[in-house]
């Protein structure tokens, strides 16, 4: 690579994508920070530090950036965790929802369906990072900043389901038990008209959760670090996410089972659906 250029970073290489936490880790503890980001002389090392261990062209910006995207990435999830009665499970690293409550929360907050299947990795080392630190916006990406993540960005949107059945009663009229009782029969009326449109609604939104994207299960694939991008079984998963979400859905489910599931898993499917 000519000198001054730069190249695309690959922050999905697993090794890379560590090394760089690491480094952060490192330099934040030894170093303090400066405000919500590392000290210049830090950034400084941090690049030098990633070049030569993994023989990149990096640039500053292009590591700052990643740090603002995994700042905003550790707020998304530590919302999730932050809630009463989460469902958090230390063993599987995620969080044991009901498809309503997913699909409910996700409406409210787009950004959180990067952790449906699976939680966040490297959460503690991320914790210690950011924690107190958020971002605000759309993962406050600002102008400066090189594209825009590739995992699952959308624009933050406020939707809310109300099915509380007494916030939809009207106040009782004041005038005599007979328009009473009249006022309770149109409430009534109201109440159950009002409640099957938001039930309509609420059905709406579960039928329109799709499942698992196509970039999650190769998110994960990644992670799982089955097979290098050159094996032709790697190829073979990816065409396989692509099928349909029927195939999608039992493959995030097979994300904590032994190494030989899941490559038998991908041969057995490859073989069904005439890859090998």
């Known amino acids: 690579m000519a000198s001054g250029d730069s ?53 500053q910006k292009q590591v700052k950036n990643q740090w603002d995207f995994l700042k905003s990435k550790y707020g998304e999830w530590s919302k999730i965790i932050s809630k009463t009665g989460n469902g958090y ?45 958020r971002a605000t916006g759309r993962f406050s990406w600002g102008p400066s900043k090189e594209g825009f993540p590739t995992d699952g960005t959308h624009s933050q949107s406020q939707t809310y389901i109300n099915l509380d059945i007494g916030s939809l009663e009207t106040p009782s009229s ?53 097979f290098d991008m050159s094996d032709p079984l790697y190829i073979v998963a990816c065409s396989i996410f692509c099928e349909s979400k029927a195939h999608r859905e039992p493959w995030m489910l097979l994300h904590q089972k032994p190494e030989v599931v899941r490559k038998s898993w991908i041969e057995l499917n490859g073989k069904k659906l005439g890859l090998l």
């Open 7 to 59: 190249a695309r970073a690959n922050w999905k290489d697993p090794e890379l994508y560590k090394l760089f936490i690491d480094l952060c880790l490192k330099e934040s503890t030894e170093n303090g920070k400066n405000g919500g980001s590392l000290k210049k002389e830090s950034w400084d090392r941090i690049l030098i530090a990633l070049n030569k261990e993994k023989g990149l062209n990096l640039t």
């Open 174 to 226: 004041p005038n005599g038990d007979v328009e009473k009782h009249g006022n309770k029969r149109q409430k009534k009326n109201k109440s159950s008209d009002d409640l099957d449109k938001q039930l309509l609604e609420a059905l709406h939104t579960l039928q329109s959760f799709d499942g698992p994207t196509l970039e999650e299960c190769n998110r994960i694939l990644d992670e799982m670090q089955l």
């Open 89 to 133: 499970d230390l063993v599987t690293n995620t969080v044991n929802w009901s498809t309503e409550e997913w699909s409910e929360y996700i409406q409210a907050n787009p950004n959180a369906k990067q952790f449906r299947y699976t939680g966040l990795q490297y959460s503690n080392e991320l914790k210690a990072l950011f924690d107190g630190v």
